[in-house]
């Protein structure tokens, strides 16, 4: 009899767990943009491959001016629901740069010139645990974007021009169904 009610438990739980609705993020609107008339920043968040919710963003950065303009990584900052989650990493940074950030660096953009840059949440990174482990020269080393939570996404750029720091926050809203 227990038995059975053991078996009766699992099959129902592989019932449910089989229906279980997929969660699906999208992004409102799916891309914005903030201008001045120095500088103009498109924020997009990018679906991880092969999955139906966001963990990154294309951010765009265009001078807008007939001077250098520069993004400052240390000063910019993720923002979820107006509220300040820290700095992000960018696409290409390695196993031990992340582990070891410290200082982000200043991108100089040339007047009239883009700059594209795939930027994650550092406070959103999962680390796995056998590159935890192991050197971080091993297939297994490395960390994983987490999905980007719901509510408002985005960030607070800093940029420099002529010494002076110009900030402008540019958000989208997350939402799951």
Same mark, same amino acid.
């Given at each position: 009899?227990?038995?059975?009610?053991?078996?009766?438990?699992?099959?129902?739980?592989?019932?449910?767990? /089989?229906?279980?609705?997929?969660?699906? +993020?999208?992004?409102?609107?799916?891309?914005?943009?903030?201008? %001045?008339?120095?500088?103009?920043?498109?924020?997009?968040?990018?679906?991880?491959?092969?999955?139906?919710?966001?963990?990154?963003?294309?951010?765009?950065?265009?001078?807008? %001016?007939? /001077?250098?303009?520069?993004?400052?990584?240390?000063?910019?900052?993720?923002?979820?629901?107006?509220?300040?989650?820290?700095?992000? /990493?960018?696409?290409?940074?390695?196993?031990?740069?992340?582990?070891?950030?410290?200082? +982000? =660096?200043?991108? %100089?953009? =040339?007047?009239?010139?883009?700059?594209?840059?795939?930027?994650?949440?550092?406070?959103?990174?999962?680390? #796995?645990?056998? /590159?935890? #482990?192991?050197?971080?020269?091993?297939?297994?080393?490395?960390?994983?974007? %987490? =999905?980007?939570?719901?509510?408002?996404?985005?960030?607070?750029?800093?940029?420099?021009?002529?010494?002076?720091?110009?900030?402008?926050?540019?958000?989208?809203?997350?939402?799951?169904?």
């Amino acid at each position: 009899m227990y038995k059975n009610l053991l078996w009766g438990v699992a099959l129902i739980s592989l019932v449910m767990i /089989g229906c279980a609705k997929e969660q699906i +993020q999208h992004s409102n609107p799916p891309m914005q943009s903030v201008s %001045t008339s120095d500088f103009e920043v498109k924020l997009e968040p990018l679906e991880a491959e092969g999955y139906n919710y966001y963990n990154q963003f294309r951010c765009q950065f265009i001078n807008k %001016t007939g /001077g250098d303009l520069i993004i400052d990584w240390s000063k910019t900052l993720y923002l979820h629901n107006g509220k300040n989650y820290g700095q992000f /990493g960018r696409v290409g940074l390695t196993f031990e740069e992340l582990r070891n950030v410290k200082e +982000q =660096p200043q991108i %100089t953009i =040339p007047p009239g010139k883009t700059d594209d840059v795939v930027i994650f949440p550092l406070k959103l990174i999962g680390w #796995r645990q056998e /590159g935890v #482990r192991k050197k971080a020269t091993t297939p297994e080393a490395g960390f994983t974007n %987490t =999905p980007l939570p719901a509510g408002e996404n985005g960030m607070s750029i800093a940029v420099l021009k002529d010494g002076k720091l110009l900030r402008k926050q540019i958000l989208v809203k997350i939402t799951v169904n």
